[in-house]
């Protein structure tokens, strides 16, 4: 019987919410130190990070299996932990990435949790927040802007070649149509006429330059070592060489600072940065994971997708630019993707199955093998659905404790922290434990080939990669360029450990193609383009945006 439960946004929208000044009062920050967007909202002052802190916290990284289209409730989880820990009594902090508007109106919804394990406001977090994607999407396309003006004018004119720029242009939105256009038609005053196309701003380089800078200094070096293309001599050409760092710089000021919320049961979170993780490095800032360690005992923070792709990224990408190392992993499972990994069609997602749940849980069993490989047992947690069997928890629980591993089943969605409880109680335990040492995948000394076929074989199972002939003229230019040092940030499909999106379960017998590269030299890494990724996503059939609503007193409604 599927139970009733108010939509998450009813749920959000009929909870209590406090002051921001009194959630910023429970980690010690005083008032005049919080900039305020209205009575439940505040960004945080650099100057509350303390390094020495940092290094005493506990940092939590909650990550999932390859997920069904609609998402299996990594968030949820992660916010459910936090509530649970500051449940048994623990002095707990989530920090979180901000929501992007494509999911928010295409298909997945947003990224503020669900059920009683939610951030609020709700409504705020979903739609604009506090400007932080704005800022990015002004700083990218500033650049874009800058680098059309030198190839107009006579008298600076760095000899930029047009058909050599590889920087694009960003929107937050779903819109396939811009992927790739035509721009400065209409005549001389309309500028040169090239071919251009724009990312979501999730995959834009500024956004994985905020998420990986150290304070306003770095992040202003990092964008003036963005490379923009070449010129006819074939020489790079970089952002700093246009002047652009420092405006880009100045409209990204206050998106620096990270985002003070609040949970449904009152708890600090943090929120900051928004890069997805199939086409981006899907992490939260380093700032923010330092500010919530500089003010929590544990902090409970979370990367996108699957563990193939944001756990990867975070340990191999974040851990390595930040000096941090997680102390706990916790990997979310549902009883759903398990069937659907094991063959289940949609309309049987909700039905139980053990011979498909036993097939399925091939996939989470490659994932847990992949966190054990950087020294981590992780905890699993089984995030609770209403059409769970019995049955198939337990054999769940039980192939998991043949693996050493623990599962939990989780009941955050219904239940808030009370329901997260058990989960927190066993990554403690964990934690207090001291089994678990970091250490990363692969040396950033290797050669850009051996770190991709690495995580290809290592951490997808793959028999190897094949190389484009457009890739291979590319690696010559990371090597010429000396990119060919930095760590890589593969651009996958979330829904498969390979690069096919049908190949569901834990594929095996095959191959990862790289069909393309492009370099982030100031994020400071280089990315694999992996078969048909697209760095802008379209919309559905049906968008979300078609249900949602806004009454003639504000109330909003559609939003998930």
Same mark, same amino acid.
């Given at each position: ?5 108010? =939509? ?48 005493? =916290? ?31 009594? !623990? ?8 929501? /992007? ?52 004018? !006579? ?23 811009? #992927? ?39 992040? !202003? ?9 070449? $010129? ?68 409970? $923070? ?43 069609? !949609? ?39 209403? /059409? ?31 329901? =997260? ?32 076929? $690495?995580?290809? $074989? ?76 697209? #760095? ?25």
């Amino acid at each position: 019987m599927i139970p009733t439960i108010p =939509s998450d946004l009813e749920i959000a929208q009929s909870a209590p919410i406090k002051h921001i000044k009194e959630i910023a009062a429970r980690l010690q920050i005083l008032p005049d130190d919080l900039h305020y967007f209205g009575k439940t909202k505040a960004k945080l002052p650099l100057s509350l990070i303390n390094e020495e802190k940092v290094k005493q =916290s506990k940092l939590i990284l909650v990550t999932a299996i390859n997920p069904t289209p609609a998402g299996e409730g990594k968030t949820t989880v992660a916010i459910g932990l936090a509530d649970g820990l500051n449940k048994i009594g !623990k002095n707990a902090i989530a920090v979180l990435r901000e929501p /992007s508007l494509g999911p928010v109106f295409g298909m997945k919804g947003g990224a503020a949790g669900g059920g009683y394990a939610q951030v609020i406001p709700m409504e705020d977090i979903n739609l604009h927040f506090t400007g932080d994607f704005a800022a990015v999407e002004k700083a990218n396309n500033l650049l874009s802007a800058l680098i059309d003006n030198n190839l107009q004018s !006579k008298t600076r004119s760095l000899n930029i070649d047009p058909r050599t720029i590889v920087w694009k242009r960003v929107m937050d939105m779903n819109d396939r149509a811009l #992927r790739q256009i035509v721009i400065g038609l209409g005549g001389a005053a309309n500028g040169i006429p090239r071919e251009d196309g724009f990312n979501i701003t999730p995959a834009s380089e500024v956004m994985a330059i905020l998420c990986l800078s150290k304070d306003l200094e770095d992040l !202003k070096n990092r964008l003036g070592n963005i490379l923009i293309g070449f $010129t006819y001599d074939k020489k790079p050409v970089f952002a700093r060489q246009l002047n652009a760092q420092g405006a880009m710089a100045l409209l990204l000021k206050d998106a620096i600072k990270p985002n003070l919320v609040q949970t449904l049961e009152g708890n600090p979170a943090i929120l900051h940065g928004g890069p997805f993780a199939n086409i981006a490095q899907g992490t939260n800032t380093i700032i923010a994971t330092k500010m919530g360690l500089s003010l929590a005992d544990y902090v409970v $923070t979370e990367a996108g997708f699957g563990a193939d792709l944001g756990a990867e990224k975070f340990m191999n990408i974040k851990c390595g630019y930040a000096g941090l190392a997680p102390h706990a992993i916790v990997l979310v499972a549902t009883i759903r993707a398990l069937r659907h990994h094991g063959g289940a069609k !949609k309309d049987q997602y909700n039905t139980p199955d053990m011979v498909k749940v036993a097939l399925g849980f091939e996939n989470l069993q490659k994932h847990i093998e992949n966190c054990l490989k950087y020294g981590i047992a992780p905890v699993v947690a089984i995030n609770h659905f209403y /059409s769970d069997s019995e049955e198939e928890v337990q054999y769940v629980k039980d192939r998991c404790a043949q693996m050493g591993v623990r599962a939990v089943l989780t009941q955050c969605f219904a239940h808030g922290g009370q329901g =997260s409880a058990a989960l927190a109680e066993a990554v403690t335990a964990a934690i207090n434990s001291n089994k678990n040492k970091f250490k990363p995948l692969y040396d950033w000394n290797l050669s850009i080939e051996e770190k991709i076929i $690495t995580i290809a $074989t290592q951490i997808y199972g793959a028999d190897g990669v094949e190389f484009s002939a457009q890739a291979h003229t590319q690696l010559k230019i990371i090597n010429s360029l000396g990119f060919d040092r930095l760590p890589v940030c593969m651009a996958k499909t979330q829904k498969s450990f390979s690069d096919d999106e049908t190949k569901v379960g834990r594929p095996r017998n095959f191959v990862v193609h790289v069909r393309e590269f492009e370099f982030a030299a100031g994020a400071g890494f280089v990315i694999p383009i992996l078969g048909e990724m697209m #760095r802008m996503p379209g919309l559905p059939a049906v968008p979300a945006a078609e249900i949602m609503d806004i009454d003639k007193d504000g109330k909003i409604t559609g939003l998930s």
